[in-house]
């Protein structure tokens, strides 16, 4: 029997740049925050500035759990040496730096939600897709986010996977997302979309209708 809890979702985006000033892009990660909220889920970011940090507190405010996966070691080298916010329920320090951070806090989620974006979330992007995780692209927010179909396809070569949805609409984009997260479990290992090989596998999946 398969356990259930609570849908843990993580929000990745610009926490530095011209994107955290665009009024309109920190109103939908505000958004998409209380949406997180409203639907009962468990909100995880970086414990980072910006469009994310914008998410966490519109998370709070519909009583999300908020959980920050941190670069640093410590609170102190959280606060005072990545110059970061305090403000999730829960903090986990990694001690392992931004690159390695980002590894844990795709894992600990069962979908990502990309919003606007730069070189990092570009890093947390090709991350999800590898490893086969249910991805969301708040489109219309800037960044890379506007562009994520040709990176994949244009400049990559590769397919846009079944589990990635796409909307301009917070709410209208988590229910892609949720149905994305049910109806394409992850892989049974790290690499499972080259390993995996039972009847049903990711490989097939990549031919069947897209969600979203």
Same mark, same amino acid.
């Given at each position: 029997?398969?356990?259930?809890?609570?849908?843990?979702?993580?929000?990745?985006?610009?926490?530095?740049?011209?994107?955290i000033v665009d009024p309109h892009a920190r109103a939908m990660a505000?958004?998409?925050?209380?949406?997180?909220?409203?639907?009962?889920?468990?909100?995880?970011?970086?414990?980072?500035?910006?469009?994310?940090?914008?998410?966490?507190?519109?998370?709070?405010?519909?009583?999300?759990?908020?959980?920050?996966?941190?670069?640093?070691?410590?609170?102190?080298?959280?606060?005072?040496?990545?110059?970061?916010?305090?403000?999730?329920?829960?903090?986990?320090? !990694? %001690?392992? $730096?931004?690159?390695?951070?980002? &590894?844990?806090? @795709?894992?600990?989620?069962?979908?990502?939600?990309? +919003?606007?974006?730069?070189?990092?979330?570009?890093?947390?992007?090709?991350i999800a897709y590898d490893e086969g995780r249910p991805m969301a692209?708040? !489109? %219309?927010? $800037?960044?890379?986010?506007?562009? &994520?179909?040709? @990176?994949?396809?244009?400049?990559?070569?590769?397919? +846009?996977?079944?589990?990635?949805?796409?909307?301009?609409?917070?709410?209208?984009?988590?229910?892609?997302?949720?149905?994305?997260?049910?109806?394409?479990?992850?892989?049974?290992?790290?690499?499972?979309?080259?390993?995996?090989?039972?009847?049903?596998?990711?490989?097939?999946?990549?031919?069947?209708?897209?969600?979203?």
């Amino acid at each position: 029997m398969s356990a259930h809890h609570k849908l843990k979702i993580g929000v990745m985006g610009s926490a530095s740049g011209p994107q955290i000033v665009d009024p309109h892009a920190r109103a939908m990660a505000k958004l998409l925050g209380q949406e997180i909220g409203k639907r009962g889920h468990i909100f995880i970011n970086g414990a980072c500035p910006g469009l994310p940090h914008d998410a966490l507190l519109g998370a709070k405010e519909n009583g999300a759990l908020t959980i920050g996966i941190s670069p640093a070691f410590s609170e102190y080298e959280h606060a005072n040496e990545y110059n970061s916010p305090l403000d999730n329920d829960m903090m986990i320090y !990694t %001690g392992q $730096g931004f690159m390695e951070r980002d &590894i844990i806090n @795709i894992r600990s989620s069962d979908g990502v939600v990309f +919003i606007a974006g730069g070189i990092g979330t570009l890093n947390e992007l090709t991350i999800a897709y590898d490893e086969g995780r249910p991805m969301a692209v708040l !489109t %219309g927010t $800037g960044g890379i986010s506007n562009v &994520i179909p040709d @990176i994949i396809t244009k400049y990559c070569l590769r397919t +846009i996977p079944p589990n990635m949805v796409f909307d301009d609409d917070p709410a209208k984009l988590l229910e892609k997302l949720e149905v994305a997260i049910r109806a394409f479990p992850l892989p049974i290992h790290e690499d499972g979309r080259v390993i995996d090989r039972p009847e049903g596998n990711r490989e097939d999946l990549m031919n069947e209708k897209h969600p979203g």
